[in-house]
């Protein structure tokens, strides 16, 4: 099997966070679906360190996850306000900023 | 040629004083406001007097030295002090000055006198002091100023006084706008000094009448050329000299002292001034010079032609006030041959015609203010220290020996005939067609007002005027009696003047002898007399003027078409221009600047809708444009 | 795939026959789920799917020669991270369902339009960006955390730093945003009491009863009965109540002889 395969079901996986992000109106959702595409981008970074036979990649995965989960715990935290403010999860709910 | 301006000598602490008394007045009356309605024509007069008093003394120190030294000046402050150019407030005080200064604050004072009685019914009479206060301050700063800027200042001043005195009845719109009209047209000439000025500044580095007269001489003769032509522009500007002339007729709408002060004896005759002072300009520039007797010949001529047209009163006089300053022109554009003869008419002028004027208001007075000479006729029997008055005015300003105006009109025709050339005779011939002209029309204003059918309307009861206004008319009377006489013997007046205007001239030989122009002179004042005879006391003046007339006396009521002229060449066409430079600004400039506005404005609106505040909208665009940005890229791989 | 090479451990660029056996089978259940989980209605339900996509993933990075990262990935996503996600939707609402019904016009054909696009250009690229396969044998000498932790401290010092200072300020932003500040006094007890027996108020003057305790059956879905032998429906928690499962009391009533005596009335 071509390791290839590796980076293509990460596309896919990334696409299938991206097509998440815009259609679902939960914020929590969406936030997961987020979660789904830096993982991917992760599992991108895994193969590719394999391929080219050196660690770096697998550092650069780690930092993602770190970092990843510095943006969920803010993330999740800014949900919270929100709902609590609006009683509302929404994304579509927030749209005071416009035109 | 050597510097010939008077090297100024001496210092005099009372100079500044001349000036500061009126200056004083006029500052007093205008912040004390009504509370000195009382004793605020007073205050004016005394200190009017009081300067003229200062003049006397000045008079008697100088003529306590000797011919070269007898210029004083006074520095005051440093006005201007910025790097290599430097502008003294000086005053400068020589024996050109000082005929000014006497002649200002001397006629200045007796019109003061005059202006109590007159002005008596007026509740602005204060104001109107103040402003004649100032008028004396500002025409003395004129006269007194050490340099081309300093005198820029007075000259300013008299313009602002000359203006608000115009317009001193306001409320009439007429009359504003004849004050609006003198000042603007005023502006042209202002402009002309002031270019004038900088000329001097560019050229020389210096604006005083002592630095610019070292530069003097055939070696800047262009430059002396450009700025002759800038100050002989001032000149008729403030003297009402073709082809700046058409305000000084409108300017009657002031209250007559004021005719009589500003618009007939001193500040029309501030023209005259300027080309004097600025002899060394003139003298090395034989172009500018050239084009100073043209302006002073045609002046002369249009004056003369309108005023024998003329049914106003004042609108007469103003028409002769501007043919006699023509007179002076001509003779200042003679050179040194003619300064002192400029001068020396401009002294008489100043006695004849203010006592002309004054008596034109005396006749006012009387007259319910009707100025139509064809309403008065037969007023010498109601008025007769008016009458005599003023009949010696006349006898003056056509020059019928002894009275003044013969000596200084004769020796102007004189010097005009001695021009050389056929130039000489050309002016020399024009003077004395002038001086006929000046025959017929004076004629015909003494005639249609002093003589003849008694053609006033039944409420009026012509009275003479009270004391306080037939006094001063009665000095100046003597005045213009005996002012020709004084300055003409023994040349006098030309050798007084000669440190200023003169220095080492020598007269040429004449090439009319001086008995045979007299007489041409007389003979042409005899034709002109014989005219208006024939014309006003053969046949009976009618009340109302007659419409079936020539061509030419309509052209002449009409003043020669200067309105009309300036109304067709300049306002008319700076109509359109203003119309279509505010037409393009609207539609050309707002419109690209305002179309610019809406175009980003409208846009702004369209695209604006972007922002849908759904954070999903944006979330694909991210997405759409990462997909082109990833599609770019791998293109360009390609 | 071509098996026979697929077989050789050292041919190059390929991986062995039992990681393409796993890779088949676990990354299309990995795709299904991802897919799902977009697709379902519940939160709750898309996090399992998200977690079942994570522990997948944990899979392949273990199969790709990096155990720490196949069980950090286990320990932080599907351990912290999913349970950070449960707990939120716990507060929000665990049971509401979402309308999957489009709003904005054209967003869902633009997303499908935009992600096959970006899918297609992305496939396309890492496709051809294969250029060998060198294998990680070399760097796991050591073994794959020594690996991992020589090049954390030495060439990637600054960026763990920095990110250890994103992790603090992470962790201050999350509490400030989660403090609400009071805007009044926190009432006392007494004055609680107070606003408890003043008429009208809407807070009970005391505890809400528990629910009836019965010898015969776990209580917590049957009332309690008052004094009076009524049962009080509040001492039931709503959720029973709205499930149904509230059970009557009848059965676990004792008969007296009031009752009859009721009867007799």
């Known amino acids: 099997m071509s390791p290839n395969n590796y980076l293509v079901l990460s596309a896919l996986l990334f696409s299938i966070g991206a097509i998440g992000v815009v259609l679902r109106r939960n914020a929590i959702v969406v936030f997961m679906c987020v979660e789904l595409m830096l993982n991917a981008a992760n599992l991108a970074f895994v193969t590719f360190a394999r391929l080219l036979g050196n660690l770096d990649g697998q550092v650069v995965a780690f930092f993602t996850m770190v970092v990843a989960a510095c943006e969920v715990v803010v993330g999740l935290a800014i949900i919270v306000t929100i709902f609590r403010s609006r009683r509302s999860a929404s994304v579509d709910d927030a749209n005071l900023l416009k035109y | ?638 | 795939m071509n098996l026979i090479v697929a077989a050789n451990p050292f041919s190059p660029g390929q991986t062995g026959t039992p990681e393409a056996v796993l890779f088949w089978i676990l990354a299309p259940l990995a795709v299904l789920a991802a897919v799902s989980m977009i697709f379902v209605k519940k939160a709750v339900h898309s996090a399992l799917l998200l977690a079942w996509v994570m522990i997948t993933l944990a899979i392949f990075y273990i199969a790709q020669d990096a155990p720490f990262l196949g069980i950090v990935q286990i320990v932080v996503y599907t351990g912290a991270v999913m349970m950070l996600f449960l707990f939120i939707l716990m507060l929000v609402g665990v049971d509401s369902s979402d309308s999957l019904v489009e709003t904005i016009k054209g967003q869902r054909v633009m997303a499908m339009i935009g992600a096959l696009g970006f899918a297609v250009l992305l496939i396309g690229a890492v496709g051809r960006s294969y250029t060998g396969f060198a294998g990680l044998t070399a760097a796991n000498t050591d073994g794959n955390v020594e690996g991992l932790a020589q090049l954390l401290f030495t060439r990637y010092v600054w960026a763990f730093e920095v990110v250890s200072a994103l992790l603090i300020t992470a962790a201050l932003g999350a509490m400030v945003l989660g403090h609400r500040e009071r805007s009044s006094e926190r009432p006392s007890q007494r004055e609680l009491s107070i606003l408890r027996f003043r008429p009208g108020s809407k807070l009970p003057g005391a505890p809400l009863p528990n629910p009836g305790v019965y010898a015969l059956h776990n209580a917590v879905d049957v009332p309690a009965l008052r004094p009076d032998g009524t049962p009080d429906p509040s001492s039931v928690p709503d959720v029973l109540k709205a499930r149904g499962d509230v059970l009557d009391t009848k059965a676990f009533e004792m008969h007296t002889i009031e009752e009859g005596e009721d009867e007799s009335k």
Request: with cysteine.
């Open chain 2, 1 to 638: 040629m050597e510097a010939t301006h008077a090297l100024a000598s001496g210092t005099s602490s009372l100079l500044v004083w001349l000036i500061a008394l009126p200056a004083l007045g006029a500052t007093i009356l205008l912040l004390a406001g009504r509370r000195s309605d009382k004793w605020g024509h007073l205050l004016a007069t005394a200190l009017s007097g009081a300067s003229f008093v200062v003049g006397l003394v000045e008079l008697f120190q100088m003529l306590g030295r000797d011919g070269e030294s007898r210029g004083v000046t006074q520095h005051l402050f440093t006005w201007i002090n910025a790097g290599s150019f430097n502008v003294e407030a000086g005053l400068l005080l020589d024996q050109l000055s000082i005929c000014f200064v006497l002649l200002i604050t001397g006629v200045g004072t007796l019109i003061h006198i005059y202006s109590i009685a007159y002005m008596e019914h007026d509740h602005d009479r204060r104001r109107f002091f103040s402003y004649l206060n100032l008028f004396i301050a500002a025409m003395l700063l004129l006269v007194l100023g050490d340099s081309f800027l300093n005198l820029y200042v007075g000259w300013e001043g008299v313009g602002l006084a000359s203006y608000l005195l115009i317009g001193f009845w306001n409320q009439k719109p007429a009359y504003a706008t004849a004050a609006k009209k003198a000042f603007v047209v005023n502006r042209i000439g202002d402009m002309g000094l002031s270019f004038a000025i900088m000329i001097a500044f560019t050229a020389f580095g210096t604006v005083s009448f002592q630095g610019v007269a070292n530069h003097a001489g055939p070696e800047h003769k262009q430059i002396m050329t450009w700025m002759g032509l800038a100050l002989l522009l001032a000149a008729a500007g403030k003297s009402a000299q073709f082809p700046l002339q058409s305000w000084l007729g409108d300017a009657m709408a002031g209250p007559t002292p004021v005719s009589a002060l500003i618009h007939a004896a001193t500040m029309v005759t501030a023209g005259v001034y300027l080309i004097t002072r600025s002899n060394f300009v003139f003298d090395s520039a034989p172009t500018a010079q050239l084009m100073v007797v043209i302006v002073g010949v045609v002046t002369l001529l249009f004056g003369a032609l309108i005023g024998t047209a003329k049914d106003d009163i004042k609108k007469a006089l103003a028409a002769s006030t501007m043919s006699q300053i023509g007179y002076m022109v001509l003779a200042a554009g003679l050179g040194p041959a003619g300064y002192a003869f400029a001068i020396m008419h401009l002294l008489t002028h100043g006695f004849f015609k203010a006592s002309m004027f004054l008596g034109a208001g005396s006749v006012m007075h009387g007259m319910n203010d009707e100025v139509d000479m064809r309403k008065f006729g037969r007023l010498r029997v109601a008025m007769p220290i008016t009458y005599l008055t003023f009949g010696l005015g006349y006898l003056a300003i056509i020059g019928v020996p002894p009275f003044s105006g013969f000596f200084s009109k004769d020796k102007i025709i004189e010097a005009a005939f001695n021009a050389g050339g056929p130039r000489g005779w050309i002016i020399g011939f024009a003077a004395l067609l002038g001086a006929a002209i000046t025959a017929f029309y004076m004629t015909r204003v003494m005639v249609m007002t002093f003589f003849g059918q008694k053609r006033w309307a039944d409420d009026a009861h012509p009275h003479e005027s009270p004391k306080l206004m037939t006094a001063p008319i009665i000095i100046l009377s003597i005045g213009s009696i005996a002012a020709g006489a004084l300055f003409a013997f023994g040349s006098s007046l030309q050798h007084w003047l000669e440190p200023v205007v003169a220095r080492g001239f020598v007269e040429g030989e004449p090439a009319l002898q001086p008995i045979v122009v007299s007489i041409m002179a007389l003979v042409a004042v005899a034709l002109g007399i014989a005219l208006a005879y024939v014309k006003y006391v053969r046949v009976p003046v009618e009340a109302v003027a007659p419409t079936n007339v020539s061509i030419w006396t309509r052209f002449a009521r009409r003043d020669l078409l200067q309105d009309a002229f300036n109304e067709a060449v300049f306002m008319r066409p700076g109509q359109y221009l203003t119309r279509a430079l505010t037409f393009f600004d609207r539609k050309v400039v707002d419109g690209a600047v305002n179309g610019t506005g809406a175009l980003f404005g409208g846009l702004s609106v369209r695209v604006r809708r972007v922002q849908t505040g759904f954070v999903r909208t944006y979330a694909l665009l991210i997405l759409v444009g990462a997909a082109l940005i990833l599609a770019a890229m791998l293109a360009a791989r390609i």
